[in-house]
Each structure stands twice: as structure tokens, then as C-alpha cells.
């Protein structure tokens, strides 16, 4: 019975949601490099250190699909799918945006520096052990971008405490961080594999369904393996008490009423922390 209510029945279960949520997002993403692929060809600026500036404006809808799969794949609850979509990336705007220049440069430097080391590695067996650990350096960044998109719409932190925890629990969570890894890196290998053997226009099929459905598949796998280790490290956003409420002086006593140990309350969607009055 609990097997059917995991998050791998769930995304089948509530796939049409998830489906639409992941939409939301790619379409964006789409748009945005589309636009600058454009001002490239039109530029004669044909980089990817232009392509890849729609990343930081399609990350904004990012928080929208995070939260979509937090609600259904660990709280196990269903969704209103457009109003809990934009109401979250109404709320998390800045810090997503902040988040997207963050992916770019990471996407960037990963880009460059593999390109750049992976060709001189075969003229120097020093070169290859420098490209051997930008790759565990890309892994640990990756690794961290499964926490943060989560950890900014779930806890009231500072961007700062959120990136700060984000490296710790790479190492803090490593068996869950390895296997959600080395999932994604099925996923990865599957999709590449693809557009390597696709010609024609059956290779413009190939990229627009890996488009539409990597970002899904990204961060559904790494939320629903990361999930249990985080709540245990941050705390728990499944079956919190109390209900979601506006009123501070009632959250308040809610919490000081309910469990006289937690300093957390769950208010609107995300887990706030306050300072409860000395007794």
C-alpha cells in the first residue's frame, strides 16, 4: 500500500499536472534561448555565453514546478495546479532570479572548462587529472542546485544560509545525494544517446521532447530522493502542524500550544521560523 503512494506511482498518477507544471517552466526556457539564439544569428555572436542568458529569466518559473512536485511527490497532497504554481513564483521572483544567474555561471564555467581541459587532456595526463576535478567540482554544484530550489521555497532563510546549507548537506546527505545522481545521470546519458543517434527532422522531434520533459524529470527525481534527507537536516514540511494561517499572534501560540520543542511554522506554503516568547 505504501508503494502505491510513492513518489514513483504519484508521478504517473498525477502526470497530466506534473506534465502541465513542467510546461510552465520549459516553454519559458524554450522562449528565452530561442531570443537569444536569434540575437546571436543576428549579432554574428554565436556563443554560448549569449544562448545560455535565457536561463536566468526562465528560472523565475522555476519555483512554480518545485513547489508542484514538493506538494504531490512528498506531501502526497494534490494541487491547484495554476494558482499554486504562480502564487510561488510570485513569492520566490527575486531569489529565483538570483538562483538563474547562479545556473548560468554554472552552466557556463562547466561548459568552458570541460571543452577547454577535456582537449588538452589528450596531450597531457595532467590536463586530464584537471578536468577530472572540475567534474567532481560541476557534480558538487549540481548537487547543490537540487537543495536550493527546494530549500528557498519550503524554509524562510536567508539566500546566504540557504547556499550554506545547500553545501553542507552535499556532503551531510551523500548515499541520497549519489543515488539521485547517479539517476539523473541515467536520464542525462538516455537523452544524449538520443539526439546522438537521431538525423533529420526526427533530431528536431528528439531535442523539443527532451526539452519539455528533462526539467520535469530533473527535479522530480532530485526532490523526491533528497526530500527525507533534508526535512531530517532542516525540518519537516510534511504533516507540520499547524494549518496555514496569516495571523502571526495565532501562529504563535499554535506552535507554542503544539509542540513546545519546534521553532518552525508552517505559514502559506513555507516553513517560518519564530521566536516564540519566553515563558
Known sequence: MKFMDSAFIRFFKFFPKLFTAGLLYSVPLGFF???????????????????????IPATTMLSGLVMIIRKIAVEKSDVRLLDVFFTSVKDNFKAFLLHGVVMYLIVLCTFFSILYYGSLARTDVVYGSILTIYILFTAILITMMFYIPIMTVTYE???????????????????????????????????????????????WITVAVIVLFFPLLFSYISISVISKGLQDAVGSFVNTLPAETDDREDVEQAIINASGDSDYVYVNGKMIKINKPEK
Do not use: E, P, Q
Open 33 to 55: 534561448t530561442g531570443i537569444f539564439v536569434l540575437i546571436g544569428y543576428i549579432t554574428g555572436f554565436n556563443n554560448i555565453i549569449l544562448w545560455g542568458l535565457g536561463i
Open 157 to 203: 532563510l536567508r539566500i546566504w544560509d540557504i547556499y550554506k546549507n545547500s553545501f553542507l548537506l552535499v556532503f551531510g546527505k551523500i548515499l541520497r545525494n549519489l543515488g539521485a545522481l547517479a539517476l539523473i545521470l541515467i536520464v542525462s546519458l538516455s537523452a544524449f544517446a538520443a539526439i546522438v543517434f537521431s538525423r533529420g527532422v526526427w533530431l
